[in-house]
């Protein structure tokens, strides 16, 4: 059974239940997921970028005198 067919609010509001077997918004949940996993490793390349560029990088030293 899948975890779509066994949520206890799908289970308590009806309604809820209906919109919820639509794979419609399944597929939308799927791609919002995608989307944030995109954005998450984005926002990590930005975070890492400056360890891996090293220390010359970070302090702006250009290598001229």
Same mark, same amino acid.
């Given at each position: ?14 309604? &809820? ?9 399944? #597929?939308?949940?799927? &791609?919002? #997921? ?5 954005? !998450? &490793? ?11 560029? #090293? ?7 250009? !290598?001229?005198?």
């Amino acid at each position: 059974m899948l975890w779509w067919d066994r949520n206890y609010f799908a289970a308590t509001l009806p309604w &809820l239940h209906t919109l919820m077997a639509g794979d419609l918004l399944r #597929g939308v949940v799927s &791609l919002v #997921g995608v989307v944030t996993v995109i954005a !998450g &490793l984005i926002d990590l390349r930005a975070a890492l970028a400056p360890w891996f560029s #090293g220390p010359a990088a970070e302090a702006g030293d250009d !290598g001229r005198s």
